[in-house]
């Protein structure tokens, strides 16, 4: 496609139930990222992967936060048993081969625990 | 790990005056430092970058300067005007290869006509 795309751009769900999130990065981009906005904050790095590994998933914030990338392209996150501090937007990003460094984001799915 | 450090976290500043964004960063090894604006509603998209091996880089309106032993950067936007008015990220990582980005926390720019 023609840039990153993410779904559902928005998301209501009850505290405790399990939501997945999907990242359709830019075709081509071996590289993609997950970052959490929460409400006027900045921009919180969760995952990164490489291809389908994921080589760095220091910024997950619980074992209740998990993230796979297949075929290289497409990445699903997964959030269990949501609390409401889990409200937020969730960015999604890509970045191409090469040494460019820049991340194309997505619009962003935004998550709200009631 | 990496840590960076973004002041102020909000700049009001008339049009046409100058405005100036700092970030600090901890890891040594990072060698690059990319600025994303932010509108209200939008995706974050870069505006401009710099790496390591230069002190400054200029587009237009916008510069970027790097202090490496200080670990200070900077962005400065000049004659600003209203459709600067945005949120402004820093960030630091390493370009090429695995290219974590850690960003600052944002600074809130808004620019009164």
């Known amino acids: 496609g023609a840039g990153v795309s993410q779904s559902p751009s928005n998301k209501v769900t009850e505290k405790g139930k399990d939501v997945e999130l999907r990242c359709d990065p830019i075709s081509g981009h071996t590289a993609l990222y997950w970052y959490r906005q929460s409400l006027g904050q900045g921009l919180e790095f969760l995952i990164y992967?490489?291809?389908?590994?994921?080589?760095?998933k220091s910024g997950l914030p619980s074992d209740r936060f998990s993230a796979e990338r297949t075929g290289g392209s497409v990445s699903t996150l997964t959030i269990q048993r949501t609390q409401q501090e889990d409200s937020a937007v969730y960015l999604c990003?890509?970045?191409?081969?090469?040494?460019?460094?820049?991340?194309?984001f997505g619009e962003g799915s935004r998550l709200t625990v009631l | 790990g990496e840590n960076v450090e973004q002041h102020p976290s909000t700049l009001s500043v008339q049009e046409g005056d100058s405005a100036v964004i700092k970030c600090t960063y901890s890891?040594?090894?990072?060698?690059?430092f990319p600025w994303y604006k932010q509108e209200l509603g939008k995706r974050p998209q870069l505006i401009i970058d710099i790496r390591s091996n230069v002190g400054e880089k200029k587009d237009q309106r916008i510069a970027v300067t790097l202090n490496k032993t200080a670990k200070h950067f900077s962005l400065h936007i000049t004659e600003t005007q209203p459709e600067d008015s945005a949120v402004y990220f820093c960030?630091?990582?390493?370009?090429?290869?695995?290219?974590?980005?850690?960003f600052g926390a944002g600074t809130r720019l808004a620019v009164h006509p």
């Open positions: 990003a890509s970045r191409g081969q090469g040494d460019t460094g820049e991340l194309f």
């Open positions: 890891d040594s090894a990072s060698n690059y």
């Open positions: 992967f490489q291809g389908n590994s994921a080589p760095d």
């Open positions: 960030a630091a990582g390493t370009s090429g290869g695995y290219n974590k980005l850690i």
